[in-house]
């Protein structure tokens, strides 16, 4: 907008020349699915991916590349793996107590004394070996193994979980900063023409002293037009900044535009995934896991049959080394002062509480994906009609402000209402679709798709 100083509307051919902001955009919609825009409005169907700017393809390639970025350097990530390389190590543990166990030891010589030592003397230094090799124990190894394989699978489904935790982070990140980025430039714009009608009425203040109060009406918007620039740049800055936290210095491109090509999803297809979340998957590994323990504490309490054989070099009195000896031998702990049934006990609990912790996450996940669901198509078809409601606003601020110029009819209170009118409206439209981009993102992570998604799976 250009203008020119002029008393009263005598300047007419130096009016600022006001446009509107409304941009039109084709009904044509190719490649939505039927699936996709089940149950919307016609308006809002119409507009899935018909947006300018890069496609829907292109933005989750843009997306993925940050997600892979966040992963490699997400210390989450990485704990999460050293985590799985811990009950890896685990399981070989538990297999490695089905080989003899063999003990290696040594003593000092033995002296004897008191009463009937006289005949005997103690023996020579020697070094003694003892190998036991287990023999049945219930399915105690057998148990311990396969609970400690359900572990290192949990372990995986963590990583999964953060991996996907950390794909909705950044997305999220990356489309909040993108729709703070572009409420900065619908701010500079509000700053821009506030600035450019405190310079005309400082023209024609100059001119008639007697309009001095318009032009601290027109100063103290634009002031309050800086205010909010300043702070839409602040929170751009910070998701900049948290971006950058979670993906390194690498450049991202993030486009600039009004509306991105980001599709509603399809809830029935997200809901029948949930079974197959990473969360879902950890919390039945950890089930079966402690299900499995149960009956290691079982086993254990029963008799344990073991091979032994033992060897010492030591020499007895009468210089004569030890021979080779080998028995079965049978343990049993036959009271342990309830401990054992206790600790049984204890393991099928966890084994209870793991089971209930997978039905709720079950019924958390369905709920946040049909919440998420809600929220989207609420935000975006919001925006649509804010984005009817900015054409319309255009035109007021327009008709105002020419009423005022040329013909005195309105105040500049009310050309000032209705620039901050319009602006809150194009914020406002920005701000619901961009919200609703980011519930199709929470609806994507709540099914543990987002990752597929994103890689186009």
């Known amino acids: 907008m250009a203008s020119g100083p002029a008393p009263g509307g005598a300047a007419a051919k130096n009016t600022p020349v006001m446009t509107s902001t409304a941009t039109s955009h084709s009904n044509a919609v190719p490649g939505v699915s039927a699936l996709a825009t089940t149950g919307l409005p016609v308006r809002l169907a119409s507009r899935q991916g018909a947006a300018e700017g890069p496609s829907e393809r292109e933005l989750k390639q843009i997306f993925y590349r940050a997600v892979q970025a966040a992963a490699e350097r997400s210390p989450k990530v990485q704990r999460a793996h050293a985590e799985l390389a811990a009950a890896d190590a685990d399981i070989d543990e538990a297999k490695g107590q089905r080989y003899p166990q063999v003990d290696l030891g040594t003593t000092a010589g033995s002296k004897k004394f008191g009463s009937g030592s006289e005949d005997s003397e103690g023996t020579s230094s020697g070094i003694n ?38 794909a ?35 023209g024609i203040v100059a001119v008639d002293k007697g309009r001095s109060s318009e032009l601290t009406q027109a100063k103290a918007r634009l002031l309050q037009a800086q205010a909010v620039r ?3 740049d602040t929170r751009a800055k910070d998701a900049e900044i948290n971006l950058r936290k979670l993906v390194g210095e690498r450049p991202l491109m993030i486009p600039r535009t009004k509306e991105w090509n980001i599709r509603l999803a399809n809830l029935d297809h997200l809901l029948s995934m949930t079974e197959d979340h990473p969360v879902i998957n950890q919390a039945k590994a950890q089930t079966e896991s402690a ?5 290691v504490v079982r086993s254990s309490s029963l008799p344990q049959l073991n091979w032994v054989v033992t060897k ?19 343990t049993w702990g036959a009271f342990r002062g309830g401990s054992t049934r ?5 393991a099928l609990q ?4 793991s089971r209930q912790e997978v039905e709720q996450q079950r019924l958390d996940l369905e709920y946040r994906i049909r919440t998420a669901n809600h929220e989207a198509k609420t935000f975006l078809e919001r925006a649509e009609l804010y984005r009817d409601l900015t054409v319309e606003s255009d035109g007021i601020r327009v008709a105002f402000y020419e009423q005022w110029y040329h013909l005195g009819k309105r105040t500049l209170l009310d050309v000032l209402s209705a620039e901050s009118d319009h602006y809150g409206n194009r914020v406002n439209e920005i701000t619901n679709r961009f919200d609703g981009y980011q519930a199709i ?11 597929d998604w994103l890689r186009g799976a």
């Open 342 to 346: 206790a600790s049984e006990r204890a």
């Open 350 to 353: 966890r084994a209870e509480a």
């Open 129 to 166: 070996l003892n190998v036991v090799t287990p023999v049945y124990d219930w399915g105690r190894i057998r148990n311990t193994i396969e609970s400690r394989s359900h572990l290192s699978s949990a372990a995986t489904a963590a990583i999964e979980a953060e991996l996907e935790s950390s």
């Open 441 to 451: 993102l929470r609806q994507y992570a709540g099914a543990g798709a987002l990752a």
């Open 291 to 295: 299900e499995l323990d149960a009956k």
């Open 312 to 330: 010492s070099t030591a020499e007895d009195s009468l210089g004569r080394e030890q021979p080779w000896e080998t028995h079965l031998a049978v």
């Open 230 to 232: 300043d702070s839409a």
């Open 168 to 202: 909705f982070e950044v997305t999220n990140t990356l489309v909040e900063l993108g729709k703070q980025r572009i409420i900065v430039d619908l701010s500079q714009q509000y700053v821009d023409r506030m600035d450019e009608l405190v310079k005309m009425l400082a």
